[in-house]
T-cell receptor, first 113, second 113 residues
Framework: GNSVTQMEGPVTLSEEAFLTINCTYT??????LFWYVQYPGEGLQLLLK?????DKGSNKGFEATYRKETTSFHLEKGSVQVSDSAVYFC????????????FGTGTRLTIIP | NAGVTQTPKFQVLKTGQSMTLQCAQD?????MYWYRQDPGMGLRLIYY???????DKGEVPNGYNVSRLNKREFSLRLESAAPSQTSVYFC????????????FGSGTRLTVV
C-alpha cells in the first residue's frame, strides 16, 4: 500500500535559517505529491504539489522536487520567517480507481525571532 | 469564496451521546472526505465519498456513519460517543478529474467526557 514517512518534529529554527523537512514515500504506480501547511487553529492548506518525476513545486518561497529515484519530496526554504511557524504535512495520491490522499504524520515547525 | 464549511467548530459530548458533524462545499467537487487528526498520528481517513450516492470506509471507520446527502453535503455521525473519539475532525473535498489535491474545512474540535 501507499505510505508517507516524514521527518520527526518538532523543528525549531531561528529566523532566516535554511529549512529542510524530509519526506519519503512508497506507492504503487505514479503518485502525485503534495505539501500541506496547517497554521494554528486552522485547517490544512495546499502549499505546493508535483505530479511527475523531476517536477518542482514552489510557493511562498518553499520548494520541493519530486525525486523518483530516491522516492523523496523534501520541502525546502532558503530563509524562514516567524510567520512560517506551522505544521507541515507531506502527502501522496494515486488515481488508480479512487483518489484518496495518504498523509504523513506532520512536522511542527517553530521559528524564533 | 466559502470553500468547505464545517459546523460546529467546537463540541463537548458526554459518553454515549450522539451528534452529527456537518460539512458542505460550494466548489462542485465530486469527492468528499472525513479525517480525524490526533497528536502523533497525523490525519487518518474515516470515510469518503467518491461521488454523490456512494460512500466507503477509510482507515478508521468504527463508531462512525456518514451520509452523502447531495453533491454539496457530507455529514459524519457519532451514534454513541466514546472518549477515544476525542479529536479534531476535518472535512475535505476534491475534484474527481485531475490532481489538485484537497480543499479542507477549518475543523471541528470534539471532546467526549
Amino acid at each position: 500500500g501507499n505510505s508517507v514517512t516524514q521527518m520527526e518534529g518538532p523543528v525549531t529554527l531561528s529566523e532566516e535559517a535554511f529549512l529542510t523537512i524530509n519526506c519519503t514515500y512508497t506507492a504503487t504506480g505514479y503518485p502525485s505529491l503534495f505539501w500541506y501547511v496547517q497554521y494554528p487553529g486552522e485547517g490544512l492548506q495546499l502549499l505546493l504539489k508535483a505530479t511527475k518525476a523531476d517536477d518542482k513545486g514552489s510557493n511562498k518561497g518553499f520548494e520541493a522536487t519530486y525525486r523518483k529515484e530516491t522516492t523523496s519530496f523534501h520541502l525546502e526554504k532558503g530563509s524562514v520567517q516567524v510567520s512560517d511557524s506551522a505544521v507541515y504535512f507531506c502527502a501522496l495520491g494515486t488515481n488508480f480507481g479512487n483518489e484518496k490522499l495518504t498523509f504523513g504524520t506532520g512536522t511542527r515547525l517553530t521559528i524564533i525571532p | 469564496n466559502a470553500g468547505v464549511t464545517q459546523t460546529p467548530k467546537f463540541q463537548v459530548l458526554k459518553t454515549g451521546q450522539s451528534m452529527t458533524l456537518q460539512c458542505a462545499q460550494d466548489m462542485n467537487h465530486n469527492s468528499m472526505y472525513w479525517y480525524r487528526q490526533d497528536p502523533g498520528m497525523g490525519l487518518r481517513l474515516i470515510y469518503y465519498s467518491a461521488s454523490e450516492g456512494t460512500t466507503d470506509k477509510g482507515e478508521v471507520p468504527n463508531g462512525y456513519n456518514v451520509s452523502r446527502l447531495n453533491k454539496r453535503e457530507f455529514s459524519l455521525r457519532l451514534e454513541s460517543a466514546a472518549p477515544s473519539q476525542t479529536s479534531v475532525y476535518f472535512c475535505a473535498s476534491s475534484a474527481s478529474q485531475g490532481w489538485d489535491g484537497y480543499t479542507f474545512g477549518s475543523g471541528t474540535r470534539l471532546t467526549v467526557v
